[in-house]
């Protein structure tokens, strides 16, 4: 099976070439397709960097990464958008839903970017599955926590990615609602034969995945 | 990258920014106002412009008065010649003379006096008041005379009255509201008509120069109307000395005035709208920062920094399409408004008109602000990182002035200055007031700048209030560098502009007055100007009495080539060689008028003619000493000599001449007199008593004339005024967008201080230690571009003396401080009293 996401010995670092500060040394793994991988380590390991140069909103300082077969270090900004547009969906931590959209239009968005217009049928069937059929029209303010999420996961989800990086995707939620989001999540990753990259900070969650990544100061385990 | 073409991607776009507006709008109203108010102003004055030049194009043949006019001076066409254009088509004959109307009790008063024939006028009608009292001019049973309103009210008369015209009684027929021709006069001054026969059953006349036959003709057949201007001037070519206008002439005095003023009107508004550009700058990039996120979830979500730009520009572009559209519509009606503000005696009935041209022309100028000013915030989105997502930590962006960004804005600039150059006369002024404003701009930005630099070295403070006002003013999102340059800027405006307007004032109100004479004869016969020297003297023997004796001449030639060929109509001394001019001659140099380039000829020589020209005309006309210069005097041409220059003030309204020539050598020609009075008995006694001695002398009075162009300055002064306070409203409303802006951070700061015991009274003292700290840098720096602004527009253009008022500056600094401050309490109210709940919650 072809790889969906390969890191070869890719390194990450800030600041100045004198005293930088290395935040991934030399990783190496790949995800392959429709499996299930999550990502665990202590705070500041560099688990959430690993979802970012995945996403290709981050770049690598060395090495190579490839999506799909596609090498995605040293791009330019709008080819890297266009492989995030068709290969990825990104869940966040904190939603980022669009404070002054609905959630029906919050799910367009995706679509719209992907250049498939009048899509508001599809949008609201999805919702709906979420069972968010009578939270369509409302704006993110007047969602629960739970709700909001379930919208994010869903504007993850509308374009049928490849690949759905997830950071933290229960971070702010209850137990109940966090239990409930993941086997959403997993169940229509499965459905859509998608991979699913999860950074978190829940055993119980990692426990459930294909895979785990143990990642500390910068390395694999 | 968004393709332009992709339909989709632009429907998409038009989708977002519509629904964008339609949820975020009050956040946009800065924009929305700002752009409506200075587009309004320009719509104004656009719309006025273009009503008065359609006007004056569309009835040019009123305003002249026939198809062709000629004007001959004070000798009327032989008869033969009246013949031959007859066979033309329709001849009206009109004589213009100065002269004296009075009645019982009341003291003359100086009148341009119409005398037409029953022809006049061959385009358009005499509007008279009562209706038909026009026809009333022409009986020849009682000599009648249409008056002005002016006249009616100096003389108090009514209709049916008697009035007297050089000694000869004449009944009030009715008032004259306005002729299709312009009369000037008729305008700003007294004016009356009576008809020909009258004036040449009486014999009257001024007796000289100020005298002026003029013929108009309405052609039989006026579809080849060039041909038959041709064959017109072909008939009088025999006198170069008659002038010819053609209907496209008459207006173009009035056009150049419109011209200038409405140039300037446009300037001070494009002021506004650079103003409100500001104010679009700054509410943008708000607008950027409050949706940092949104914006970073786009880009994550795949959107391009390209498309987001686009859709927010689009978004201003919409605003900017309903606000100029609404503006242009509200401004095409001012020439309705026009009309009940000009004199009625103009004759001018503006329309208003509607076009697409003109929409474009206001929108053009809006687009050109818009991307200005939208351009540094719109770029700053491509600063938003989608990775900041990931750290929930996003920096707020500035300005982006990349060099690219830096050369396109040059050229935007460029392009919206080259296009007001393009538009008007007065190109050189134009691209000056541009620099001038930009350099402006800057050196206040750079004084905010300064303020900031200066307040944060120092540290110590004792108070509270001054400890948390430097703390505002050095903070990032400071008021001071926004403040400092919109308040700054239509300070600076309404400074200059009130100190220009007051010098002038006080020029016409007491400078003048103090120097010049209380009475100006104009044309006295020779014969009897040693008797009515006696008379005058009998009356007041102290009186100071100057008599100069004068010709009419006009300007042939320099140096042997026809005067219009080397003088242009833009000229600001052209006056000095059009048309005709009164010269003087004498023996010895006025003391008034001291020579400053060459020298004072030796008494006699009768045989050559030498010429004294006033210094400022010759400059300007190109002229040097030992030049000749070929005058007509009285059918005449005659070459002289220039052989001095003199320095001539005009203002003291005494008698100056710009062309003097020797006395030996004018001693020769038929003359008459002009003279001036000062004399502590009442200029109205000596005046009516003058007249009734001596029916043909005509005389001003001075302080009348002073008091028309009072009250024509002070309506032109009202109205720049009014547009420098509108500039410094939109100046106000973008300080208070930025305050309003600011609140989030404000409010917090001020909950902080708050749980920690600062009370109100320090907040406000806090605040208006801010304010006043502010207030007073810029006032320093735009008081001194003021000065300077208007102390080389009145000593070098108006050439006065300028004078500093203490009174009216600190009345203009004073209210502007009151009101700025007053309206940012307003804005602020809502963070007086913060609630703390809110806080803990983080909402």
């Given at each position: 099976?072809?790889?969906?996401?390969?890191?070869?010995?890719?390194?990450?670092?800030?600041?100045?070439?004198?005293?930088?500060v290395?935040?991934?040394?030399?990783?190496?793994?790949?995800?392959?397709?429709?499996?299930i991988?999550?990502?665990?380590?202590p705070?500041?390991?560099?688990?959430?960097?690993?979802?970012m140069?995945?996403?290709?909103l981050?770049?690598?300082?060395?090495?190579s990464?490839?999506?799909?077969?596609?090498?995605?270090?040293?791009?330019?900004?709008?080819?890297?958008?266009?492989?995030?547009r068709?290969n990825?969906?990104?869940?966040?931590?904190?939603?980022y839903?669009?404070?002054?959209?609905?959630?029906?239009?919050?799910?367009?968005?995706?679509?719209?970017?992907?250049?498939?217009?009048?899509?508001?049928?599809?949008?609201?069937k999805?919702?709906?599955?979420?069972g968010?059929?009578?939270?369509?029209?409302?704006l993110?303010?007047?969602?629960?926590?739970?709700?909001?999420?379930r919208?994010?996961?869903?504007r993850?989800?509308?374009?049928?990615?490849?690949?759905?990086?997830?950071?933290e995707?229960?971070?702010?939620?209850?137990?109940?609602n966090?239990?409930?989001?993941?086997d959403?999540?997993?169940?229509?990753?499965?459905?859509?034969?998608?991979?699913?990259?999860?950074?978190?900070h829940?055993?119980?969650?990692a426990e459930?995945?294909?895979?785990?990544?143990?990642?500390?100061?910068?390395?694999?385990v | 990258m968004v393709?332009?073409?992709?339909t989709?991607?632009?429907?998409?776009?038009?989708k977002y920014?519509?629904r964008?507006?339609?949820?975020?709008?009050k956040?946009?109203?800065?924009?929305?106002?700002?752009?409506f108010?200075?587009?309004?102003?320009?719509?104004?004055?656009?719309?006025?412009?273009?009503?008065?030049?359609?006007?004056?194009?569309?009835?040019?043949?009123?305003?002249?008065?026939?198809?062709?006019?000629?004007?001959?001076?004070i000798?009327?066409?032989?008869?033969?010649?009246?013949?031959?254009?007859k066979t033309?088509?329709?001849?009206?004959?009109a004589?213009?003379l100065?002269t004296?109307?009075?009645?019982?009790?009341?003291?003359?008063?100086?009148t341009?006096?119409?005398?037409?024939?029953d022809?006049?006028?061959?385009y358009?009608?005499i509007?008279?008041?009562?209706?038909?009292?026009a026809?009333?001019?022409?009986s020849?049973?009682?000599?009648?005379?249409l008056?002005?309103e002016?006249?009616?009210?100096?003389?108090k008369?009514?209709?049916?009255?008697?009035?007297?015209?050089?000694?000869?009684?004449?009944?009030?027929?009715g008032l004259?509201v306005?002729?299709?021709?312009?009369a000037?006069?008729?305008?700003?001054g007294?004016f009356a008509?009576?008809?020909?026969?009258?004036?040449?059953?009486?014999?009257?006349s001024?007796?000289?120069?100020?005298?002026?036959?003029?013929?108009?003709?309405?052609?039989s057949?006026p579809?080849?109307?060039?041909?038959?201007n041709?064959?017109?001037?072909s008939?009088?070519?025999?006198?170069?000395?008659?002038?010819?206008r053609?209907?496209g002439?008459?207006?173009?005095?009035?056009?150049?005035?419109?011209?200038?003023?409405?140039?300037f009107?446009?300037?001070?508004?494009?002021?506004?709208?650079?103003?409100?550009?500001?104010?679009?700058s700054?509410?943008?990039?708000s607008?950027?920062n409050?949706?940092n996120?949104?914006?970073?979830?786009?880009k994550?979500i795949g959107?391009?920094?390209?498309?987001i730009?686009?859709?927010?520009?689009y978004?201003?572009?919409?605003?900017?399409?309903?606000?100029?559209?609404?503006?242009?519509?509200?401004?095409?009606?001012?020439?309705?408004?026009?009309?009940?503000?000009?004199?009625?005696?103009l004759?001018?009935?503006?329309?208003?008109?509607?076009?697409?041209?003109?929409?474009?022309?206001i929108?053009?100028?809006?687009?050109?602000?818009?991307?200005?000013?939208?351009?540094?915030?719109?770029?700053?989105?491509?600063?938003?990182?989608?990775v900041?997502?990931?750290?929930?930590?996003f920096?707020p962006?500035s300005?982006?002035?990349s060099?690219?960004?830096i050369?396109?804005?040059?050229i935007?600039?460029?392009?919206l200055?080259?296009?007001?150059?393009?538009?008007t006369?007065?190109?050189?002024?134009?691209v000056?007031?541009f620099v001038?404003?930009?350099?402006?701009?800057?050196?206040?930005?750079?004084v905010?700048?300064?303020?900031i630099?200066?307040?944060?070295k120092?540290?110590k403070?004792?108070?509270?209030?001054?400890?948390?006002?430097?703390?505002?003013i050095?903070a990032?999102?400071?008021?001071?560098?926004?403040?400092?340059?919109s308040?700054?800027?239509?300070?600076t405006?309404?400074?200059?502009l009130?100190?220009?307007?007051?010098?002038?004032?006080?020029?016409i109100?007491?400078?003048?007055?103090?120097?010049?004479?209380?009475?100006?004869?104009?044309?006295?016969?020779?014969?009897i100007?040693?008797?009515?020297?006696s008379f005058?003297?009998?009356?007041?023997?102290?009186v100071?009495?100057e008599?100069?004796p004068?010709?009419?001449?006009?300007?042939?030639?320099?140096?042997?080539?026809?005067?219009?060929?080397l003088?242009s109509?833009?000229?600001?001394?052209a006056?000095?060689?059009?048309?005709?001019?009164?010269?003087?001659w004498?023996?010895k140099?006025?003391p008034d008028?001291?020579i400053?380039?060459?020298?004072?000829?030796e008494?006699?020589?009768?045989?050559e003619m030498f010429?004294?020209?006033?210094?400022?005309a010759?400059?300007?006309?190109?002229?040097s000493?030992?030049?000749?210069?070929?005058?007509?005097?009285?059918?005449?041409?005659v070459?002289?000599?220039?052989?001095n220059?003199?320095?001539?003030?005009y203002?003291?309204?005494?008698i100056?001449?710009?062309?003097?020539?020797?006395k030996?050598?004018?001693n020769?020609?038929?003359?008459?007199?002009?003279?001036?009075?000062k004399?502590?008995?009442?200029?109205?006694?000596?005046?009516?008593?003058?007249?009734?001695?001596?029916?043909?002398?005509?005389?001003i009075k001075?302080?009348?004339i002073?008091?028309?162009?009072?009250?024509?300055?002070?309506?032109i002064?009202?109205a720049?005024?009014?547009?420098?306070?509108?500039v410094?409203a939109?100046?106000?409303?973008?300080?208070?967008?930025?305050?309003?802006?600011?609140?989030?951070?404000r409010?917090?700061?001020?909950?902080?201080?708050?749980i920690?015991?600062v009370?109100?009274p320090?907040?406000?003292r806090?605040?208006t230690?801010?304010?006043?700290?502010?207030y007073?840098t810029?006032?320093?720096?735009?008081?001194?571009?003021a000065?300077?602004g208007?102390?080389?527009?009145?000593?070098?253009?108006?050439?006065?003396?300028?004078?500093?008022?203490?009174?009216l500056?600190?009345?203009?600094?004073?209210?502007?401080?009151?009101?700025?401050?007053v309206m940012?309490?307003?804005?602020?109210?809502?963070i007086?009293?913060?609630?703390?709940?809110?806080?803990?919650?983080?909402?």
């Open positions: 099976m072809n790889a969906a996401i390969q890191f070869n010995n890719v390194s990450l670092s800030y600041g100045s070439k004198v005293d930088p290395e935040v991934l040394k030399g990783i190496n793994f790949s995800v392959s397709s429709e499996e991988v999550s990502i665990i380590g705070s500041g390991s560099g688990k959430t960097s690993i979802i140069l995945a996403s290709g981050e770049t690598a300082t060395e090495g990464i490839k999506i799909n077969s596609q090498e995605i270090v040293g791009l330019k900004e709008n080819n890297l958008s266009e492989i995030r068709k990825i969906g990104i869940v966040f931590q904190s939603f839903l669009i404070p002054n959209l609905t959630a029906t239009e919050n799910v367009l968005l995706s679509l719209e970017a992907n250049q498939k217009y009048n899509q508001e049928e599809e949008a609201k999805l919702l709906s599955e979420f968010l059929s009578h939270r369509l029209d409302h993110p303010s007047e969602l629960s926590g739970g709700e909001q999420q919208v994010a996961i869903a993850a989800l509308i374009n049928k990615p490849k690949i759905i990086l997830a950071d995707p229960t971070g702010n939620l209850d137990s109940a966090s239990q409930s989001m993941m959403l999540l997993f169940e229509y990753t499965k459905k859509s034969k998608t991979s699913l990259v999860m950074v978190t829940d055993n119980s969650i459930r995945c294909d895979r785990i990544i143990e990642i500390k100061d910068g390395q694999i | 393709k332009l073409f992709d989709q991607q632009l429907r998409l776009i038009n920014a519509i964008d507006f339609s949820r975020s709008y956040k946009l109203w800065v924009i929305a106002s700002t752009l108010i200075s587009l309004l102003l320009l719509s104004l004055t656009f719309s006025v412009k273009e009503a008065l030049n359609n006007e004056i194009t569309a009835n040019s043949k009123e305003l002249l008065g026939g198809d062709i006019q000629l004007s001959t001076g000798d009327p066409l032989p008869d033969l010649i009246v013949d031959e254009l033309l088509g329709v001849v009206s004959t004589i213009e100065a004296m109307v009075s009645s019982i009790d009341m003291a003359p008063v100086f341009e006096l119409r005398a037409v024939d022809h006049y006028p061959l358009g009608e509007v008279s008041s009562p209706p038909g009292s026809e009333k001019i022409f020849t049973t009682k000599p009648m005379v008056i002005n002016s006249i009616q009210n100096l003389l008369v009514k209709v049916g009255d008697d009035v007297l015209i050089m000694g000869k009684t004449f009944e009030v027929a004259v306005s002729v299709p021709d312009i000037e006069s008729a305008v700003f007294e008509i009576i008809g020909k026969a009258s004036y040449d059953k009486f014999e009257l001024s007796g000289g120069s100020f005298l002026d036959y003029e013929y108009r003709l309405k052609f057949n579809s080849n109307a060039n041909e038959q041709k064959i017109v001037e008939i009088v070519a025999y006198d170069d000395t008659i002038e010819t053609l209907p002439e008459s207006g173009q005095r009035l056009g150049r005035v419109i011209d200038n003023f409405s140039n009107l446009n300037l001070v508004s494009v002021s506004a709208m650079i103003i409100a550009g500001i104010g679009i700054n509410t943008l990039l607008f950027v409050q949706r996120t949104s914006i970073a979830v786009k994550s959107f391009s920094s390209n498309f730009q686009l859709m927010y520009f978004e201003i572009i919409l605003i900017l399409i309903t606000t100029s559209i609404i503006a242009y519509l509200f401004g095409v009606f001012s020439p309705l408004l026009a009309n009940e503000l000009l004199p009625k005696s004759g001018i009935d503006l329309q208003p008109t509607v076009s697409l041209i003109g929409y474009l022309n929108f053009f100028i809006g687009l050109l602000v818009v991307l200005i000013f939208s351009i540094p915030s719109l770029y700053s989105i491509s600063e938003i990182k989608a900041a997502l990931f750290r929930n930590t920096q962006v300005l982006n002035f060099l690219k960004n050369v396109l804005l040059f935007l600039v460029v392009i200055t080259t296009y007001f150059v393009l538009q006369e007065q190109k050189f002024y134009t000056l007031y001038a404003f930009f350099i402006t701009m800057l050196i206040f930005y750079g905010s700048r300064l303020l630099s200066f307040l944060k120092f540290h403070f004792s108070s509270n209030g001054y400890r948390i006002a430097h703390r505002n050095i990032k999102k400071s008021l001071a560098p926004i403040m400092t340059v308040l700054g800027i239509g300070l405006l309404l400074l200059t009130s100190f220009v307007a007051n010098n002038l004032k006080q020029e109100s007491d400078t003048i007055p103090s120097m010049a004479p209380d009475l100006f004869f104009v044309s006295i016969d020779r014969d100007q040693p008797d009515l020297e005058i003297k009998s009356i007041d023997p102290e100071m009495l008599f100069s004068m010709a009419s001449a006009s300007f042939i030639s320099l140096n042997g080539t026809p005067i219009e060929e003088v109509e833009n000229n600001r001394s006056w000095v060689v059009r048309g005709d001019r009164r010269i003087s004498s023996e140099p006025n008028n001291p400053i380039e060459g020298e004072w000829w008494p006699g020589n009768e045989n010429i004294s020209m006033d210094s400022r010759a400059y300007d006309l190109g002229m000493i030992n030049d000749k210069i070929t005058l007509n005097i009285l059918g005449r041409d070459t002289g000599t220039i052989k220059f003199r320095e001539v003030d203002r003291d309204i005494s100056n001449f710009a062309i003097i020539i020797n030996a050598f004018a020769k020609l038929p003359y008459e007199y002009i003279g001036t009075l004399s502590d008995v009442s200029s109205n006694d000596i005046l009516a008593r003058v007249v009734e001695q001596f029916p043909n002398v005509s005389a001075v302080d009348r002073l008091s028309q162009v009072s009250g024509v300055l002070n309506k002064f009202i720049v005024t009014g547009i420098s306070l509108i410094i939109i100046g106000l409303i973008v300080i208070v967008s930025a305050v309003l802006v600011q609140t989030t951070f409010r917090y700061n001020n909950l902080i201080y708050k920690l015991g009370d109100f320090t907040i406000l806090a605040m230690i801010e304010f006043v700290l502010i007073l810029l006032v320093f720096f735009a008081l001194s571009v000065i300077a208007s102390y080389l527009i009145v000593e070098n253009t108006l050439q006065l003396t300028w004078r500093f008022d203490l009174g500056t600190l009345w203009i600094l004073l209210t502007t401080a009151l009101v700025s401050f940012i309490l307003i804005a602020n109210k809502s007086f009293s913060p609630k703390v709940y809110p806080l803990i919650r983080n909402e």
